[in-house]
């Protein structure tokens, strides 16, 4: 995945093979993308009679070691049906490698957006401007919420009622810190805590599962688009939410933290939620409750680089954020009272 | 065995050399995201070699002191007795008996919260707040997570 000599020859086969209009096409500019820490990211170039288009190239890491393991082919079938019913910016799914045989590893590849990420676009503009990708980013996140549930994939689980949805979010919980083998006194006092103040119910929705700063993109044009759909599920709109809260405190700036007021006054307009359902208060709550996935991941793969079975330096450097993210956690349940 | 200059001194060197010398010479951007996270790794080892020994046996006895009083105030807490049972036959090894008072601790922190007992519940969020502060000294003051846009 790291050779561009390789993956140069690799992705040129592939799109000649998948695509009629691309026979004999060269691949140029194979460039690895920073930043993402469980797939393998590359943005490259096509050139074919004179036509040129930039993709981006989504795998899973070779030989596995990604740190949450979760199934391309369901993000496929996701951001497929995204881009067919439309309403929804994200950039478009083209091509497919599912088993890997022709890339070296199950692999997206996906339209590139001419833009920039939206953490280097709320970095270059002050408090004012983040304040306005603020509102823009309510607008993208109401949007995902608003897509309609009965249409979505047959492999994105259905809750049978949002107390059921919560009570296996809570069990997670649990269940993650007992598999592990290092104790987390942190996980198991917040995971009481989840238990007994849980918020008034929402209506479950499509949830991206990763709505973070990073995972936006910006267009020449000011749009935003989201990408990196691989925990996309049927859930508590919420947890986007509290989990963008989450990652704002370590990859700042959190665009929702600085006018949360007016973000979350956006957000109930344009969903129709109340404030009794979307507050600081429950917000706060799904930062909480949401990181348990992602959390999970990490656990998991630093008790395998405990046990020897994998190295890795991305792996060891998660266990640095494990604690920051206990700072976290504190810091809303302190806040919360 | 040598001693001087001490494990915390190598690491901080190899760390600063990381970031100085080999970081700019690199030309590919992931390359060098994995360099500074060799640097933050290292200088969190570095903070750990000088520390955790202390911390483990301070935190150790003062969980095990609390947990203690919250099984004695808390009835029916059969997880929190046998995580203390555990923790009170001994071992020679400091992270294990870390790890089993943390269990209690674990514990404590789960049965006090749904018990009308403030005071303990204040004493077993300390205990969690001190732990959490030798972590954040781990890590260092303004971390951020490295290679993120």
């Given at each position: 995945m790291s050779d561009a000599a390789v993956m140069s020859q690799r992705l040129a086969a592939f799109l000649s093979a998948e695509d009629s209009t691309f026979a004999g096409c060269e691949v140029a500019d194979y460039q690895p993308i920073v930043g993402g820490i469980s797939r393998m990211m590359a943005r490259f170039t096509v050139k074919c009679d004179g036509r040129v288009e930039q993709f981006v190239l989504r795998a899973d890491p070779p030989g596995g070691g990604a740190i949450l393991e979760t199934d391309r082919g369901a993000e496929w079938a996701l951001i497929r049906h995204l881009v067919d019913t439309g309403g929804l910016s994200l950039p478009a799914a083209r091509?497919?490698?599912?088993?890997?045989?022709a890339l070296g590893t199950p692999a997206i590849i996906m339209e590139a957006i001419e833009g920039t990420s939206l953490v280097s676009a709320a970095r270059a503009v002050d408090l004012a401007g983040q304040c306005g990708l603020g509102l823009q980013l309510a607008d993208l996140v109401a949007t995902v919420h608003q897509a309609s549930v009965t249409d979505l994939p047959n492999h994105l689980a259905r809750p049978s009622s949002w107390d059921t949805y919560l009570d296996g979010r809570i069990a997670e919980w649990a269940a993650v810190e007992r598999s592990h083998k290092a104790p987390d006194p942190f996980m198991r006092y917040v995971g009481a805590w989840l238990d007994t103040h849980r918020p008034p119910a929402a209506p479950l929705t499509l949830v991206h599962g990763d709505f973070q700063i990073a995972n936006v993109m910006v267009d020449g044009g000011g749009a935003l688009s989201l990408v990196d759909w691989e925990l996309g599920h049927i859930g508590d709109p919420r947890e986007d939410l509290g989990w963008f809260r989450l990652v704002g405190a370590t990859t700042p700036p959190d665009l929702i933290g600085v006018d949360e007021a007016s973000f979350l006054a956006r957000y109930r307009e344009l969903t129709g939620l109340s404030d009794e359902i979307v507050n600081p208060g429950t917000v706060a709550y799904f930062t909480i409750l949401g990181s348990a996935q992602v959390f999970s991941g990490i656990l998991g793969q630093a008790a395998l680089l405990a046990e020897g079975k994998v190295r890795s330096t991305a792996i060891a450097y998660t266990v640095l954020v494990q604690s920051f993210i206990h700072g976290v956690w504190l810091g809303a349940l302190s806040a919360l009272g | 065995m040598i001693t001087r200059p001490s494990t915390s001194q190598l690491l901080r060197t190899v760390s600063h050399d990381l970031l100085a010398v080999v970081a700019p010479a690199i030309d590919d951007q992931a390359v060098v995201v994995t360099v500074q996270m060799m640097a933050a790794v290292l200088d969190a080892a570095a903070v750990r070699c000088e520390n955790e020994a202390n911390w483990m046996r301070a935190e150790s006895a003062a969980i095990l002191e609390v947990a203690a009083r919250v099984a004695a105030a808390i009835p029916d807490t059969a997880e929190l007795d046998a995580a203390l049972a555990a923790s009170a036959v001994?071992?020679?090894?400091a992270v294990e008996a870390y790890e089993r008072a943390s269990e209690a601790l674990s514990c404590a922190a789960e049965v006090v919260l749904g018990a009308d007992l403030p005071d303990l519940r204040g004493e077993v969020e300390q205990l969690l707040a001190a732990r959490l502060a030798n972590e954040l000294t781990v890590i260092g003051a303004n971390f951020e997570v490295i290679g993120r846009g």
């Open positions: 091509y497919f490698d599912r088993d890997g045989s | 001994g071992d020679s090894d």
